[in-house]
């Protein structure tokens, strides 16, 4: 990609994916100018979360039509202020975690996500403040890049610093196949934990088995929780984002003194919770969302530490965007579903 290309997208526009009140739509729409403290990012890739895909079904809080999803992204800075030129042509990604505000415990009233109502990646070019900015990981390709960015800020907080994961830990990934619970696999497996996980798909426990979990169970059987009970004896720390009925189960299959994170809720609310085996078993429950600038710093830290590589399912193009999305609805995916920008 040239440098130079920012001149002509000024003159002429860019392709955008635009979501409407009829549906996803790639169009041409005006490539953003930087305003002060920004810089501007020419787009190699984005990827999608199951944010984007709530925001087209209507489930999210607050949501502004028209705009441009996407929270993901990797590509190379060509316009930057003064305070920023050491990123001018860097291969970069983006934290896109803004206004976190000043308690490390929990975001602030001002916190927003990339993509809606700021513009976001699905896109050639977007514009982000520069602090959020940070130089991409040299041994990952550009749809791997793309595809660290939320994923990989939520898992780690998730499993690392709100589950406090460490070496010789046995834990729990329910719900593996998504970009979240996959990482939070990697970041545990990295520690030096033993992994299992939970799917409704026998093929992609076979390859959360192939990346590294020691075993995983079908959650649609129903012996599910009483198997991996016998199987491991109980967990030090599961991370899950599945919620509904199973929590009681989660509960059970905790070690006394254990550790819940939960970061999601895909099953819905739980229906009710045996509070004695909480209080009984001393279990510690956090919630954990996204995080903070210096969770994202230390993430990336680690990701090139031990050389880890966001899963990739598939890729698309701008234009095949609803295809992207149809993939992510139906839960086709293991890892990352991402698309190519320029």
């Not at 190699?44 to 925001?55: G, P, V």
């Amino acid at each position: 990609m040239r440098l130079d290309r920012g001149v002509e997208a000024v003159n002429y526009g860019m392709n955008a994916v635009v979501l409407t009140s009829g549906g996803l739509v790639t169009q041409t729409v005006p490539t953003p100018t930087p305003t002060d403290g920004e810089v501007r990012i020419a787009l190699y890739a984005a990827a999608l979360n199951h944010r984007d895909q709530y925001i087209r079904d209507g489930k999210y809080a607050k949501i502004q039509l028209p705009c441009v999803l996407g929270s993901d992204g990797c590509g190379v800075v060509d316009l930057a202020p003064a305070q920023a030129a050491h990123l001018m042509g860097a291969r970069v990604v983006i934290d896109p975690a803004f206004d976190w505000g000043p308690n490390p415990s929990a975001q602030g009233l001002h916190f927003s996500i990339l993509g809606m109502p700021r513009q976001g990646t699905f896109a050639e070019y977007v514009c982000v403040p520069w602090q959020n900015v940070h130089l991409a990981p040299s041994h990952l390709t550009n749809e791997e890049a793309a595809a660290l960015p939320l994923a990989g800020l939520t898992a780690y907080r998730a499993a690392m610093v709100q589950g406090m994961v460490q070496k010789g830990d046995v834990v729990l990934v329910t719900g593996i196949g998504g970009g979240v619970a996959t990482m939070a696999m990697q970041f545990a497996l990295a520690a030096g934990a033993t992994v299992w996980v939970t799917s409704g798909s026998e093929a992609k426990l076979e390859r959360a088995r192939e990346l590294g979990a020691a075993g995983g169970a079908n959650y649609n059987i129903a012996t599910w929780a009483a198997d991996l009970a016998d199987a491991t004896g109980g967990f030090d720390c599961i991370v899950d984002s599945v919620g509904g009925a199973s929590v009681n189960d989660l509960t059970n299959l905790a070690r006394a003194g254990g550790r819940l994170v939960f970061y999601g809720t895909s099953r819905g609310a739980v229906p009710s919770l045996n509070l004695h085996r909480i209080y009984w078993k001393q279990l510690h429950i956090v919630g954990s969302t996204m995080g903070t600038p210096e969770n994202f710093r230390t993430m990336l830290d680690v990701v090139s530490q031990h050389r880890l590589r966001p899963v990739v399912d598939s890729t698309y193009h701008l234009a095949q965007a609803e295809q992207a999305f149809d993939r992510m609805k139906q839960s086709e995916q293991l890892g990352k579903i991402v698309i190519t920008c320029n």
